[in-house]
């Protein structure tokens, strides 16, 4: 029954629908004092303790133990009486077994308050969320030993106003420690209390490398990897953005392609083509009339045979030909649109068919009416038949296909990029450099990146000499992200799991119990 707890027997076990009751007592022939460790066998009275312990089958378990109270007779003890502990089962004023409340303790690790005590409840335990994760906070810190290799990000407590820093020995891929703030100060203090760091995995912020240079001044900064790629992708798209009009000659002319043949118009000259649900009654309603007319019943006797009302038998009536009664919205009515569809048509015809940024740039001209109208326009545009112009690649979209691999290109996207690249040389020098910059950084040539830089700077990319520039600030940490095979991809999961862990105890996160899930869950 309790395997891995000595000096206790088990009396009796019953069974009942509901809980497992278990007798159980010491036999220990003694114990010491917690007051001043003097061993005592002198057994001043017994009682019973009902401490619940870890479900079994189903079923709650309820220990009835025999616990005796000694007398200590040391007379400069302050204590004259205590009762007996037993090691690994018991403590003072504990309701549970020890192993009772390390199971609830992982439970509030892995699932925090609210899941954890629904957890509990599944297998027979009741508890408040309160009680898991105060059981949670009483954890003890975990022993970690100084990491050789430390991984250092941000995470967000409250995103854009608040953010912490996360430190994770990069080796054994565990975190080492949470910190309040992203504070240089805060860091260099860390980091100065473990001399044996060897190396520190950051991204390039300057609070994360001024902190390294400050505590570690022996170790290797090590930039990386990533996020000297993501800043090369926003480089790249701000100097495609810049050169954004020479996108415009790229785009495919779609005016040459042969249009698809009209439908004849209706020769009766209907705003209501035959098949409209409207004009089909107002026809039907017209001949049923006019044949009863002919029939030679009035006007009276046909309004209460088709069951309509005298004023509409007069119109149908009066009405030579259907048509005729087609009037009033359908003749096509002065809009408050028709003074800016010629600049909606130009619009159009660039490629620009978001009909809400339409609106919005004929709002500031004069326009007044509802975006709505403007929505509608643009709907009839883009269900009618004739040719729309292609708009051209957006910034993003070539900063994409010079950042992604040649042979991961589709054979439509190469050749979109190589007129791209003819129309622009600004832009085919930028694609140069992101691919060799792409070998650099895969093949581990860290040693080239002086070069790269100085061929950055003989081109006319402000977007680059940027980030060059950058670099540069930087140059001896990236050049060792560059060439060492050390990076901050574990400390971004974590990160990421940081995430997660908020989020289960959303309004319960405080730092001290977050601090104890990442590390010990």
Not at 166 to 185: C, F, H, I, K, N
Request: hydrophobic content about 40%; proline content about 7%; glycine content about 8%.
């Amino acid at each position: 029954m309790f395997p891995s707890i000595a000096d206790v027997s088990v009396v009796s076990v019953d069974v009942s629908n509901e809980t497992v009751r278990v007798q159980a007592r010491s036999r220990a022939s003694g114990s010491a004092c917690p007051g001043c460790g003097s061993w005592s066998s002198r057994v001043h009275s017994s009682y019973l303790r009902f401490p619940a312990d870890v479900p079994s089958g189903g079923l709650r378990v309820m220990l009835a133990l025999r616990v005796r109270r000694f007398a200590c007779w040391v007379a400069s003890c302050p204590r004259r009486t205590f009762v007996e502990q037993i090691p690994g089962l018991t403590r003072r004023y504990g309701r549970w077994t020890e192993r009772l409340r390390s199971t609830l303790a992982a439970v509030g690790l892995a699932l925090a308050g609210r899941a954890g005590a629904r957890m509990a409840g599944v297998f027979g335990v009741s508890v408040s969320r309160s009680t898991v994760l105060r059981l949670v906070e009483e954890l003890p810190e975990p022993n970690v030993p100084a990491p050789r290799v430390v991984g250092v990000d941000e995470y967000a407590t409250r995103k854009g106003r608040h953010y912490g820093t996360v430190l994770v020995d990069v080796e054994t891929r565990r975190p080492v420690d949470l910190l309040p703030d992203r504070e240089a100060s805060s860091l260099a203090a860390w980091l100065a209390k473990r001399p044996g760091i060897e190396v520190v995995c950051r991204d390039r912020a300057p609070f994360f490398a001024e902190g390294t240079t400050a505590g570690a001044p022996q170790a290797v900064q090590v930039a990386d990897r990533w996020h000297l790629w993501h800043n090369l992708s926003e480089a790249a798209e701000r100097c495609v953005a810049d050169h954004r009009v020479c996108l415009r000659g790229t785009a495919p002319d779609l005016s040459q392609q042969v249009k698809e043949p009209e439908e004849p118009a209706d020769p009766t000259g209907s705003p209501w083509p035959t098949g409209h649900r409207f004009a089909d009654r107002t026809r039907a309603n017209h001949a049923a009339v006019h044949a009863l007319l002919a029939a030679g019943q009035s006007r009276r006797a046909i309004q209460r045979q088709l069951g309509m009302t005298y004023r509409t038998v007069k119109l149908l009536a009066d009405a030579t030909t259907p048509e005729d009664l087609f009037h009033g919205q359908w003749q096509g009515r002065p809009s408050v649109l028709d003074e800016y569809k010629p600049y909606l048509d130009d619009r159009w015809n660039q490629g620009c068919t978001n009909a809400w940024k339409a609106w919005e740039e004929i709002v500031p001209l004069g326009y007044k009416g509802s975006y709505q109208r403007v929505r509608a326009y643009f709907r009839t545009k883009r269900l009618s038949t004739d040719p729309v112009t292609a708009p051209p690649p957006s910034p993003r979209t070539v900063s994409g296909w010079i950042l992604r691999h040649p042979d991961s290109l589709s054979e439509g996207e190469q050749l979109r990029l190589k007129a791209v690249l003819a129309h622009c040389p600004e832009l085919e020098a930028l694609t140069g450099h992101v691919r060799s910059f792409a070998q650099i950084l895969t093949e581990r040539q860290g040693h080239r990146l002086p070069e790269w830089l100085d061929a950055v700077r003989q081109d006319d990319l402000p977007g680059l000499h940027t980030l060059a520039a950058g670099i540069d600030r930087d140059r001896a940490a990236v050049i060792a992200g560059l060439t060492l095979p050390w990076n901050s991809g574990v400390v971004e999961g974590h990160v990421n799991r940081i995430k997660m862990l908020k989020r289960q105890m959303f309004g319960r996160a405080g730092f001290d119990l977050l601090r104890k899930r990442v590390l010990l869950a």
